[in-house]
């Protein structure tokens, strides 16, 4: 019999009792009879029954009396308005202010052109699975980071770390965004704040020509005008609040709030212009890169392959951790937005082009930055590697020294930092979408509008309050702690559980089959790059993962964290790994929840935890309910009594 899940619970008679939620196993389920009689009770009332209207059943719809209470009384979830707005939040999310400021430097640092062999293996074995695995987790699902392991109670605590670990990046993440206001807000003077033609910095630059010292007009700028990092001590000094940063932060967490206000249905349409900006004026800055001196120095920098340094491993770690954030794996971003596809999307072809596509703009990028650096380079006759930097380095002290020694460079100024406040905002978008769909899943009452507003708006002005933290005089050693350890070996941890517990508990072949059900009509290259990822899935991706994370203890326990000259005392990287731990320790929390939670031995406790909750199979009804129809993962066989007081009629092809 095929019915449409959740319109079958809501014509449960009103002296009925729904029993708790049952728990399928993936394998085919055989008919079951069962009746619920819950305390002893008949399901037949004692009451004279009262005539009720008739309740017919139609192809694929079951309709009755709308006076019944419904089993859902949430209301339903978005959907994208078109699938164009879902690829260009996912690229959006993924190209952000790596692919600007980390990717170049470390293809220059790592051997140059040869930097992209094993760019492109980890892409292969580690970015594209975990990118499917995560997508096609929230698609077929329709729910969020938490809610999504009803596949799998026993990782429940996967959802939960995701949640965590994006709720820190999110913290620090509009900071960067705030910075970027201050500089934009900065670019429109001539001439720029930070250039040597300033008089606050001319005195400087003059004695830097006269004794070679490479402490730069840029770089006092962002010390001391920007961060007033020159008045504190360190991580236990943070001073006072800086309050212009203060002010670009708070505008930063409107602005984000305003975005998000309708959910997918506002910043679904403001991607169309923040997702497709930034390729705009890279494309800009490499073709007015090309036509100055130096130039080629630095693209030739950028490029020159040195084939010895792929015998480091280093190198290869480096490769893997770039894939890894870049594309925004185990953040809960790339779930939550794939939660609101229609159920039958492609998702292994938007894998495919999001996934490269990321990758290809990482490394056009790099023409953009290594050209105007080169030029930089060139007018200072000095190596490319003496300006070369990465992250805040790159961003705020060694580019835009570069662009204030272009003609014109306020209207250059303008444009870069429009593009990293882009790039910016669509990375934080899918960060915060993360955070509030697993919350609202979790408490469906949240989607009402007016509940939905208050929880997002009490929510952005926490963050923003523990935010401020970070844009006092010693903030940049705050900024820098929870950057380092919050996407550190936590982050690995969630992702690799996340990719064993798919494999093993929920069961690879049934994944696989979840896909092939999603992609209905899957053409024969499909069904073959499934053999890939099935074998990625089992095998070589939880092998890199682990090769990640033991390099990444490795280096933890041989490196001090450094901000400049500042080493962190033991405390501070202590307070760091408390971080680190406290995301992945839920997996082990909720695992031990979901256990106890069950009957019988532990053994059986433990097989029962690791079934689907037989709402995983109903998710899909949360859908088009009205041109889709879904089989019900087990057998209902119905007798007599349950047709007492109704009268079933049948329309045209109609049958039970």
């Known amino acids: 019999m095929k019915l449409i899940p959740e ?24 008919p079951l009879d069962f009746s619920v009689e819950p305390n002893g009770a008949s399901l037949e009332s004692d009451t004279p029954q009262q005539p009720q209207p008739p309740l017919q059943i139609q192809p694929g719809t079951v309709s009755s009396d709308p006076s019944l209470p419904s089993s859902d009384p949430s209301l339903p979830r978005q959907t994208w308005g078109g699938k164009y707005e879902f690829l260009l939040s996912c ?48 698609q077929y699902g329709a729910a969020g980071p938490i809610t999504v392991w009803k596949c799998c109670p026993i990782l429940k605590g996967i959802g939960v770390g995701m949640l965590l670990v994006a709720s820190l990046v999110s913290l620090y993440y509009n900071v960067i965004i705030a910075w970027t206001f201050y500089y934009l807000g900065m670019s429109f003077q001539s001439p720029l704040p930070w250039s040597c033609e300033a008089p606050m910095y001319a005195d400087l630059c003059k004695n830097v020509s006269q004794n070679g ?44 709030f305003l975005c998000m206000l309708k959910g997918i249905h506002s910043s ?110 060139w007018k200072k006759q000095v190596p490319v590697g003496k300006v070369a930097d990465s992250g805040p380095g790159l961003a705020f002290v060694a580019y835009p020294e570069a662009l204030a020694l ?45 509940r939905k ?18 844009i006092t005089e010693g903030g940049i050693y705050w900024f820098t702690l929870i950057d380092s350890y919050s996407t550190s070996f936590g982050l690995i941890i969630i992702t690799l559980f996340m990719c064993l517990g798919v494999a093993f508990f929920y069961g690879v072949n049934q994944f696989c089959q979840d896909i092939v059900d999603m992609v209905c009509r899957c053409p024969p290259w499909c069904a073959q790059l499934l053999i890939y990822f099935k ?24 490196t001090a964290l450094r901000y400049g000259s500042y080493e962190y005392p033991r405390w501070g990287k202590a307070l760091g790994v408390c971080m680190g731990v406290l995301c992945c320790i839920q997996i082990p929390l909720w695992a031990a929840v979901a256990i106890f939670r069950e009957s019988g031995t532990l053994t059986d406790r433990f097989k029962k935890s690791i079934r689907p909750l037989n709402s995983w199979r109903t998710a899909n009804g949360q859908r088009d309910i009205s041109s889709e129809v879904i089989d019900v993962p087990y057998t209902v066989n119905l007798t007599e009594q349950d047709f007492i007081g109704q009268e079933w009629l049948s329309s045209d092809s109609s049958t039970v």
């Not at 006092?220 to 360190?234: D, I, P, Q």
């Not at 306020?410 to 406040?421: H, V």
């Not at 507003?453 to 970070?470: H, K, P």
């Not at 074998?535 to 490795?554: E, G, K, N, R």
């Open 535 to 558: 074998a990625c899935w089992v095998f070589f991706t939880p092998l890199l993962l682990l090769f990640i994370l033991f390099y990444i203890f490795l280096e933890m326990y041989n």
């Open 91 to 138: 690229i959006g999310y993924c190209v952000g202010l790596g692919n600007v400021w980390r990717f170049p430097y470390l293809c220059y640092r790592n051997g140059g052109g040869a930097f992209l062999i094993p760019y492109s293996i980890m892409l292969l074995f580690t970015g594209l699975p975990l990118f499917l695995m995560e997508l096609s987790l929230g």
């Open 7 to 30: 319109q079958w619970n809501e014509g449960l008679q009103k002296n009925q009792v729904q029993g708790p939620e049952m728990q399928v196993g993936t394998a085919p389920v055989t």
């Open 268 to 377: 679904g349409k403001i991607v169309y212009f923040t997702a497709t900006f930034p390729y705009l004026v890279i494309i800009v800055l490499i073709i007015r890169g090309a036509t100055l001196e130096g130039s080629i120095d630095g693209v030739r920098f950028y490029l020159t392959a040195d084939w010895k340094r792929l015998q480091s491993a280093q190198v290869w770690n480096d490769a893997a951790s770039q894939i890894f954030y870049s594309l925004g794996i185990g953040f809960g971003g790339l779930l939550s937005m794939a939660s609101y596809n229609k159920f039958d999307n492609n998702v292994i072809r938007d894998t495919l082009v999001i996934a490269i596509g990321n990758c290809c703009t990482s490394f056009f990028a790099g023409f953009a930055i290594f050209s105007v650096l080169g030029h930089m380079a």
């Open 453 to 470: 507003t208050l929880f997002l708006a009490a929510l952005c002005f926490g963050f923003y309050l523990l935010g401020l933290l970070l």
């Open 213 to 256: 010292s490479r402490f730069s007009a840029s770089e006092a700028f962002w010390n001391e005008r920007v961060l007033g990092v020159v008045h504190s001590k360190g991580l236990s000094d943070p001073g006072p609040v800086r309050w212009e940063l203060a002010i670009c932060l708070l505008v930063a967490w409107i602005i984000i």
């Open 406 to 450: 272009l003609p014109g460079s306020t209207f250059w100024s303008i444009l870069f930092f429009l593009m990293l406040f882009t790039l910016g905002v669509d990375t934080l978008f899918g960060n915060m979408e993360g955070i509030t769909t697993a919350v609202i899943d979790e408490i469906p009452s949240l989607r009402d509008w007016k």
